[in-house]
T-cell receptor
Framework: DSGVTQTPKHLITATGQRVTLRCSPR?????VYWYQQSLDQGLQFLIQ???????AKGNILERFSAQQFPDLHSELNLSSLELGDSALYFC??????????????????FGPGTRLTVL | AQTVTQSQPEMSVQEAETVTLSCTYD???????LFWYKQPPSRQMILVIR??????QNATENRFSVNFQKAAKSFSLKISDSQLGDAAMYFC???????????FGTGTRLTVIP
């Protein structure tokens, strides 16, 4: 158990709908990362938040958005869902990384993932 | 751009034997970190081992060890005394120091034969 929790474990929805995935980081971790794992794209970085602020963006679609709340949990919102959005969505957390002037990189610990199926 | 290549889509090993999974990467950075993550059928991503590029000594974690060749940009994972529970997808990952995200390879599926 990594200490990162994600809910729900499974989500089945229809095209055009909107869903919210939730992540709670490990105790003490300030950074949250979202990754998408799909059959055709592999594991891809979507977005990072650090202590409530967006820190970095990867291959995240405009239909997707995220936020990190004061208690450090994070939510990934996926809207206008398409069949191709079906994937496993992981949240990961670390103490701190990606800060300007900070060369140290902390290990990212992954949650169990949310499997999204769009029908 | 950073790329991570795992050229072995599938590997198999007899229980109690040793297996080596290959990974190469491409980067222009001199300071970076490399990781091996394991993804069993449960789909959980589990950290296996981590290597800092500035360290010449290869990382080890119990039965898992790496062969880090910085000049060749190679980072292989050796699993000794393979166990049935080692069966999983193994992903090699790269992160530049101070960066925000991991770059993953396409994975190697390891089968352990009893």
């Amino acid at each position: 158990d990594s200490g990162v929790t994600q809910t729900p474990k499974h989500l089945i929805t229809a095209t055009g709908q909107r869903v919210t995935l939730r992540c709670s980081p490990r105790s003490g971790d300030l950074s949250v990362y979202w990754y998408q794992q799909s059959l055709d794209q592999g594991l891809q970085f979507l977005i990072q938040y650090y202590n409530g602020e967006e820190r970095a963006k990867g291959n995240i679609l405009e239909r997707f958005s995220a936020q990190q709340f004061p208690d450090l949990h994070s939510e990934l919102n996926l809207s206008s869902l398409e069949l191709g959005d079906s994937a496993l969505y992981f949240c990961a957390s670390s103490v701190v990384s990606g800060l300007a002037g900070v060369r140290h990189t902390d290990t990212q610990y992954f949650g169990p993932g949310t499997r999204l199926t769009v029908l | 751009a950073q790329t991570v290549t795992q050229s072995q889509p599938e590997m198999s090993v007899q229980e109690a034997e040793t297996v080596t999974l290959s990974c190469t990467y491409d980067t222009s950075e001199s300071d970076y970190y490399l990781f091996w993550y394991k993804q069993p059928p449960s789909r959980q991503m589990i950290l296996v081992i981590r290597q800092e590029a500035y360290k010449q000594q290869n990382a080890t974690e119990n039965r898992f060890s790496v062969n880090f060749q910085k000049a060749a940009k190679s980072f292989s994972l050796k699993i000794s005394d393979s166990q049935l529970g080692d069966a999983a997808m193994y992903f090699c990952a790269y992160m530049a120091a101070g960066a925000n995200n991991l770059f993953f390879g396409t994975g190697t599926r390891l089968t352990v034969i009893p």
